[in-house]
């Protein structure tokens, strides 16, 4: 018989430290332990997919039973259905605050929508050597020799001050069309000046894409203010399942390029002689075929919700949780956290490590077989970025937000002293 091992009051409302923020699906998930017993799951893998968050849930929920296919169908529920897809393009342009003429396409991802970004990118692209390979593999033609795009690595120095330095000497060099960097490290959580790097892009001609997948969950942003001209973020690091991404920018590149995809609803006429095409522009020129209309409303609701929580609460509330995992690995003999920049002064809610003599893959197991954490380890598809840092074999990642809580900060903490004394 599996024993229930009690948690920690720690994330219960009301109690002496910080304590989850809101409701996520799947909190109170007990599971097995190699010893037999079981705990309630310790997930601190939200960089990789956060969970739903209830509210977003209940707005799916309620939205299958009405659900139908979108656009042109005459019948109620493919209007009322229709109409909830499309308002999710406001929806989302709000809640990044977009331009009012900014297109807004739903992807599969930001891995997606990063790949539409180079679709329809009419020249050459600067990128940083310490990008997700998202933003790094598509501007490259050795790799994707069907791009019209010929990517520029930067090598990022040890300052942001030096990397944007760097960046403006690369783009003062030889003219570029699009600056094209990531809002937070997925590696480490630093977070880059925004504003600053498209005021330089700006500067030269050009224009900055932003991939923003590890930051709109935690912080705000503003394609207005912070002068963005594409974003690209994916709804399961927002708190909404199903696989669905979202481009959001200006429209003359949209509306310039061929179709990312050729099929139904991208084209106004097609004729049979030649088979040619006469195609729609907005954000149906590049979302042929039957859209993630379920994937699509999540983003819309996860959006609603984290509006609802306010930026300043989820900032106290993360900026607590990792001033405490900070200080708790700071103090663990044996354990070395990651950075990237020295100067680095904000970070969202990841931070990733290696422990001395120990395999990264084996403290992850180590975590989830005795003490029922979830963690990430590995390269986290960022495979220059963990070489450049000295560990090319990867790290081990904890990353949290308005799900987490402090008991699963000490949890981690716990664990990973008991492991280094064991070592």
């Known amino acids: 018989m599996t024993a229930v091992i009690p948690v920690s009051a720690g994330c219960e409302a009301g109690s002496a430290v910080r304590a989850p923020l809101a409701p996520v699906v799947g909190a109170d998930t007990c599971v097995p332990l190699i010893t037999g017993d079981a705990v309630r799951y310790t997930n601190l893998d939200y960089a990789a997919s956060a969970p739903a968050l209830t509210a977003v849930a209940d707005v799916v929920a309620r939205s299958l039973g009405d659900y139908a296919s979108v656009h042109r169908g005459a019948g109620y529920l493919s209007q009322v259905t229709t109409e909830r897809y499309e308002s999710a393009r406001e929806t989302v342009r709000r809640f990044v605050r977009g331009r009012t003429d900014d297109t807004v396409v739903f992807t599969r991802n930001t891995t997606d929508a990063i790949n539409l970004a180079a679709h329809i990118t009419p020249g050459d692209v600067v990128v940083l050597d310490i990008e997700h390979h998202a933003n790094l593999l598509p501007w490259t033609t050795a790799v994707n020799p069907a791009s019209r795009v010929r990517g520029r690595v930067v090598e990022a120095r040890d300052s942001i001050a030096d990397t944007l330095a760097a960046l403006d000497a690369e783009l003062a060099s030889k003219p570029a069309a699009l600056l094209a960097v990531t809002a937070a490290s997925n590696v480490t959580g630093e977070v880059l000046p925004i504003g600053r790097l498209a005021s330089i892009a700006h500067r030269h001609g050009a224009r900055i894409l932003v991939d923003a997948a590890q930051l709109v969950a935690h912080q705000p942003i503003s394609i207005v203010s912070h002068g963005i001209d594409y974003l690209a973020f994916s709804g399961h690091k927002t708190y909404a399942p199903f696989g669905a991404g979202v481009l959001i920018g200006r429209p003359d590149w949209f509306d310039a390029a061929t179709p990312y995809l050729a099929g139904g609803g991208a084209t106004r006429d097609v004729s049979a ?130 799900g987490s809580c402090a008991a699963d900060i000490d949890r981690l903490l716990d664990a990973l002293i008991e492991l280094t004394r064991s070592n």
């Open 273 to 402: 002689g030649g088979v040619t095409a006469t195609w729609h522009t907005g954000p149906a020129r590049h979302e042929a075929g039957s859209p993630n209309v379920l994937g699509a409303i999540s983003i819309a609701a996860a959006c609603d919700a984290l509006t609802a929580i306010g930026p300043e609460a989820l900032g106290l509330h993360e900026e607590e949780l990792r001033a405490r995992l900070d200080a708790g690995l700071a103090a663990i003999d044996g354990v070395t956290p990651l950075r990237i920049f020295d100067d680095a002064r904000n970070r969202v809610g990841i931070a990733s490590f290696v422990v001395d003599g120990v395999a990264p893959r084996a403290v992850a197991e180590y975590l989830s077989d005795y003490h029922g954490i979830g963690v990430r380890d590995g390269k986290f598809c960022a495979h220059p970025l963990l070489k450049r840092l000295g560990h090319p074999a990867g790290a081990v990642r904890a990353s949290f937000g308005a």
